[in-house]
């Protein structure tokens, strides 16, 4: 059974089982046009202490499986405030993707966000996920990118 739990960025990085997911997250998720993930912690708890970040933990049997980061801010764009899934990430054989989703959902739309956004790696489990909650989750955007260095 999953336990979801909002957290602290400390928290977080603070779990033993962390590295290994971080780890996990950069093969499955890495980018090879601006290289592999380096979190920066610093960077986590400035957003968190600014309340513009907050971390999601998911647990399975007592062991962090899982782990998010959502922003949640107004764009300026719309005047709206919309969430951003900056991170997410499940172990392999979890089964807490759904409820580490939900809570993310729930998390935005106390937040008073008109939308939240995932982002997902070209055929990532996550983006293969939320294809297939296409009734939920809309294809909105494309992203494409260009190496500048």
Not at 47 to 74: N, R
Request: proline residues 3%; hydrophobic residues 45%.
């Amino acid at each position: 059974m999953s336990e979801i739990r909002q957290c602290s960025v400390a928290e977080l990085f603070d779990d033993p089982r962390s590295a290994q997911l971080i780890e996990d997250y950069a093969a499955e998720c890495g980018n090879a046009l601006i290289g592999k993930p380096a979190p920066q912690r610093d960077m986590y708890e400035n957003l968190e202490a600014a309340g513009m970040g907050q971390c999601f933990a998911a647990y399975e049997s007592g062991q962090l499986v899982g782990f998010a980061m959502v922003l949640a801010c107004v764009a300026p764009h719309y005047g709206v405030s919309l969430a951003n899934v900056e991170s997410l990430f499940v172990a392999i054989g979890s089964y807490s993707g759904h409820a580490l989703m939900r809570a993310l959902d729930d998390y935005a739309t106390a937040q008073g966000c008109a939308a939240i956004f995932y982002w997902a790696p070209v055929n990532s489990r996550l983006a293969r996920l939320l294809f297939l909650c296409a009734d939920e989750y809309a294809n909105t955007n494309h992203v494409f990118a260009k190496r500048l260095t």
